[in-house]
């Protein structure tokens, strides 16, 4: 059965296909020179922006000094062969790339290599709209050679020259310095590479100068976060030894000391937080382009030249270093942010218990105002028997009297005495029974 029909293909079938395709290297045939650009266009402020306007408006405006069509606002990859020289440009998270490329009819020699670049082609006035954004610039050459060490380290002025041999198909020499002209070299010798092993190669060095620069981008950011974290650390051991220092007696602990305490910590935490929020998306980036780094020299397959140390090397002593301050600061980030955590958690412990003692204190003085307040109503309440039974006596005795004057056979003053034990118990037994009436 065919699958022609598209209908029947998932939707991201054709370009999850296309993108193992989608990044090829270019086909170089020495000798060649090439002018590698990344141009940086993440802004530092909004690490969330869309760049890519930014990084397509570069591309279009090259193009349209040429007069030619630039690629669509989606594209990630472009090349074209404009005459004098050849461009591909890659579009990255944080930056693009330009290779440029120029086929030369002779071999050429190193002291002139550098000055017949295919950069030279390109309008000065495009150059300029790259300023502050180029974080790359690197010449390339290659060329069938049998230039010894002694010519390769006259080409690069003396400076520590780092080479391999990849394969013993070629050899890569460079000093990962920046010449006078602003730009890194990059010599690769032919040695009989086969079709578009020279392509790849040239990619592959790139990358690892591409990479290691990026990668390097987090090391400011780490060297920045040092003092900003020994600050905080300090200010942590101090709110600590406060803790450790105020009176065992809780009870007698100034809570709003320990609210202040509590604030204090809480602000800490906030800038710990804050600190990590604005590191984080570029100590995890450089991680991510060290292993890149790191993938790209497996790549090469490196084979020690005799008196110079290899690319691997060279990244082992100089990148690897400044990868492993960035990880400890990431380390070191979290573990303060975790030791942040324990302290406001045990200050909040502090203070409930500190809380709680304060509510207990409140409650044994509200059970003793209510004692109290049983004792006197329980007062008020032998009174209220008094009274009432004194007044209700009076009406007793002047009913008696009244009795006694329409003729009938009453003492008042007996009737009255008699009354008053009888009186005083039935008001205490109706008062005793609202009472518990009202209790429950």
């Keep these: 059965m065919s699958i022609v029909n598209t209908s029947l293909n998932h939707q991201l079938r054709v370009p999850l296909a296309a993108e193992i395709h989608s990044r090829p290297s270019l086909r170089l045939l020495g000798p060649e020179t090439l002018t590698h650009l990344a141009v940086y266009t993440r802004d530092e402020v909004r690490v969330d922006a869309d760049h890519g306007p930014l990084q397509h408006a570069l591309l279009a405006a090259l193009c349209q000094h040429f007069g030619v069509s630039g690629p669509s606002g989606d594209a990630r990859y472009f090349f074209h062969d404009f005459g004098n020289f050849r461009l591909q440009?890659?579009?990255?998270?944080?930056?693009?790339?330009?290779?440029?490329?120029?086929?030369h009819q002779?071999?050429?020699?190193?002291?002139?290599?550098?000055d017949l670049v295919p950069l030279r082609h390109v309008p000065q006035k495009w150059l300029e709209a790259l300023n502050g954004k180029v974080m790359v610039a690197t010449h390339v050459l290659l060329q069938p050679s049998q230039e010894s060490l002694p010519e390769m380290r006259a080409a690069f002025g003396g400076n520590l020259l780092v080479g391999t041999d990849s394969q013993s198909f070629a050899r890569v020499w460079t000093d990962f310095a920046i010449a006078p002209d602003?730009?890194?070299?990059?010599?690769?010798?032919d040695l009989g590479m086969q079709y578009q092993q020279a392509g790849r190669l040239v990619q592959r060095v790139l990358?690892?100068?591409?990479?290691?620069?990026?990668?390097?981008?987090?090391?400011?950011?780490a060297q920045q976060a040092a003092p900003v974290l020994n600050a905080i650390e300090a200010e942590l051991a101090r709110f600590s030894a406060a803790m450790t220092d105020s009176t065992d007696d809780l009870a007698s602990a100034a809570s709003s000391d320990e609210r202040d305490l509590l604030h204090k910590i809480t602000v800490l935490a906030a800038r710990m937080e804050k600190l990590a929020l604005e590191n984080s998306y570029r100590f995890a980036a450089s991680q991510a382009y060290y292993r890149l780094v790191q993938a790209r020299i497996?790549?090469?397959?490196?084979?020690r030249i005799a008196g110079v140390p290899t690319i691997r090397e060279f990244m082992d002593r100089r990148l690897a270093p400044a990868m492993n301050t960035c990880e400890s600061m990431v380390r070191r980030q979290q573990a303060l942010a975790e030791r942040i955590g324990r302290t406001n958690d045990l200050l909040r412990t502090r203070v409930g218990i500190v809380q709680e003692q304060q509510n207990r204190r409140i409650l044994e003085s509200l059970n003793k105002r209510a004692a109290q307040q049983l004792r006197l109503q329980q007062a008020v309440e032998g009174l209220s028997v008094v009274a009432i039974s004194y007044y209700s006596i009076g009406l007793i005795s002047y009913a008696s009297k009244a009795l006694k004057m329409t003729g009938l056979p009453v003492n008042p003053e007996m009737a009255t005495s008699v009354m008053v034990p009888v009186v005083l118990a039935v008001v205490w037994l109706g008062l005793r029974r609202m009472h518990d009436h009202v209790t429950r």
């Design 89 to 103: 440009w890659e579009a990255h998270t944080e930056f693009a790339t330009y290779t440029f490329a120029e086929r």
């Design 106 to 114: 002779h071999n050429l020699s190193l002291d002139t290599a550098f």
């Design 182 to 189: 602003g730009f890194g070299r990059v010599v690769v010798q």
């Design 207 to 221: 990358e690892v100068e591409t990479y290691r620069m990026m990668a390097l981008l987090g090391l400011p950011h």
């Design 298 to 303: 497996e790549e090469l397959r490196e084979t």
